[in-house]
T-cell receptor, first 115, second 117 residues
């Protein structure tokens, strides 16, 4: 089955710097890669996702890149702000039996942005 | 407002006392799922359901039961809770995407923090 590895497990940056979180996946048939942000005491919420027919996607200060050959995808946050501090989860899924399969999550990255 | 709700949000119980955590969604989603979140282990899937009366085991189903009698509800049942089931539990839902070849957003409930003494 699919296995998703996420690195680093913790990341500390200065406000205004960029942050990069990387995930690798094992199943070459995976074709959907969402990123979730979980603030302290809150539920995970989708911040951006990418499908396998796209190499990069941006939404304001966040971007995700996908390298299907190497089976890895990354989250990039530019101009970080204290409110970006949270735990970020990557995930992957594939089509199974004609419908979307289960999301397989990485173990999470705790991002701390220091003012 | 489109949402996934869970009850209770916090629960302290004792070993062996049966409990149910309810999950409800108002988005007419076919797919629903339960996860547990533990420090350093991320989100691990307990059970999932592709539609009414269709349920299947996730990665960590031992000690849990589920049922899906109605589309909107997906309760998680702990018949005989043990201390190793102390965790933060999340329910989630989405459209299955069956036949559409679309990957749909998965929405999470607010979480239920369970302590088993």
């Amino acid at each position: 089955g699919e296995n998703v590895e996420q690195h680093p497990s913790t990341l500390s940056v200065q406000e205004g710097d960029s942050a990069v979180i990387k995930c690798t996946y094992s199943d070459s048939a995976s074709n959907y890669f969402p990123w979730y942000k979980q603030e302290l005491g809150k539920r995970p919420q989708l911040i951006i996702d990418i499908r396998s027919n796209v190499g990069e996607k941006k939404d304001q200060r966040i971007a995700v890149t996908l390298n299907k050959t190497a089976k890895h995808f990354s989250l990039h946050i530019t101009e970080t702000q204290p409110e970006d501090s949270a735990v970020y989860f990557c995930a992957a899924s594939r089509w199974e039996g004609g419908s979307q399969g289960n999301l397989i999550f990485g173990k999470g990255t705790k991002l701390s942005v220091k003012p | 407002e489109a949402q996934v709700t869970q009850n209770p949000r916090y629960l302290i119980t004792v070993t062996g006392k049966k409990l149910t955590v309810t999950c409800s969604q108002n988005m007419n989603h076919e797919y629903m799922s339960w996860y547990r979140q533990d420090p350093g282990l991320g989100l691990r899937q307990i059970y999932y359901s592709m539609n009414v009366e269709v349920t299947d085991k996730g990665d960590v189903p031992e000690g849990y039961k589920v049922s899906r009698k109605e589309k909107r509800n997906f309760p998680l049942i702990l018949e005989s809770p043990s201390p190793n089931q102390t965790s933060l539990y999340f329910c989630a839902s989405r459209i299955t995407g069956l036949g559409t070849f679309l990957q749909e957003t998965q929405y999470f409930g607010p979480g239920t923090r369970l302590l088993v003494l």
